[in-house]
Structures are given as structure tokens and as C-alpha cells.
């Protein structure tokens, strides 16, 4: 049941990515690029992704299960470190030079959209490499 619903969940997810604009690449280089023709919109889609989300995380975070049965997997820390600041850099950056972050890769990746396909194997390149240097980095601290 919980394949069924991350299956459903992934699906509306990408619907509404497609939906949105935020899958095409270009519309999110014209958000991004404020000293150019900058385009607002996708600032009121998330705005309305935040507001659709807010009371489902408000929700979640008063639970120890989810409606599945499956433990919240909510997120502990909320410290603001070096790693969290450079992962960001590094997203943000990744953003800005291709226009495409994770998700809509993966929803433009049966499109045949080649940049779509060389970003989800670096994106698949930076997992393994961030596994690796994880696991070096918690031998040598010894967790």
C-alpha cells in the first residue's frame, strides 16, 4: 500500500510540476534571472505549494505514524551549518545553470529531454559521491 501511494503521490507531484511551468527549464531561467525579463510567476506557485503544505507538515509533526502506519520521517535538525549552507550554494547554483532541479528532471527524463538525462546522472553521480564521503566522514568520527 505505501508503493501505491509514493506511486500516486510521485504522479500528482509531477503533474503538478508539469502543470506549473516548473518542468520547463526556461521558465525557471526567466524566474531566476532578476536583472533580465524576469518572470514572477513561479513565485506564486510556490507560495501556493507553501500554503497547500503548511498544515500537512503542521499536521505530521504532532504525529509519531503516518495515516500508513509508517514512521514520520521529519526531519530533526535544525541547526544551520556548513554543510547545509554549501549543499544550498550548490543547489542553487546547479539551478540557475541548468534550470532544472531534481524533480523536474526526473518528469522531463521520459520526454527525451537530453539535459534532463545528463542532469539525472550527475545527479545520480553527486548521491554516490555523497554516500562515500558520508560514510568516510562518520568511520573517521567514529558514528
Known amino acids: 500500500m505505501s508503493r501505491v501511494s509514493a506511486l500516486l503521490a510521485g504522479l500528482l507531484f509531477g ?21 533580465g525579463a524576469w518572470d514572477p ?4 506557485v510556490m507560495a501556493a505549494a507553501i500554503a497547500v503544505a503548511l498544515p500537512g507538515f503542521a499536521l505530521a509533526g504532532r504525529k509519531q505514524v503516518s495515516w500508513l502506519g509508517l514512521p514520520m520521517g521529519l526531519p530533526a ?3 544551520i551549518d556548513r554543510r547545509l549552507v554549501g549543499g544550498s550554494l550548490l543547489f542553487g547554483v546547479g539551478w540557475g545553470i541548468a534550470g532544472i532541479c531534481p ?9 527525451g529531454h537530453w539535459q534532463a538525462g545528463l ?16 560514510a568516510r566522514r562518520r568511520r573517521r568520527s567514529g558514528n
Open 77 to 79: 535538525g535544525r541547526d
Open 103 to 111: 524533480g523536474p528532471a526526473l518528469v522531463l527524463l521520459p520526454t
Open 15 to 35: 503533474l503538478g510540476l508539469l502543470l506549473s511551468g516548473m518542468a520547463d527549464p526556461a521558465k525557471v531561467l526567466a524566474f531566476l534571472d532578476l536583472a
Open 119 to 134: 542532469f539525472v546522472l550527475a545527479m545520480l553521480a553527486g548521491m554516490v559521491l555523497y554516500a562515500g564521503l558520508e
Open 41 to 44: 510567476s513561479l513565485a506564486l
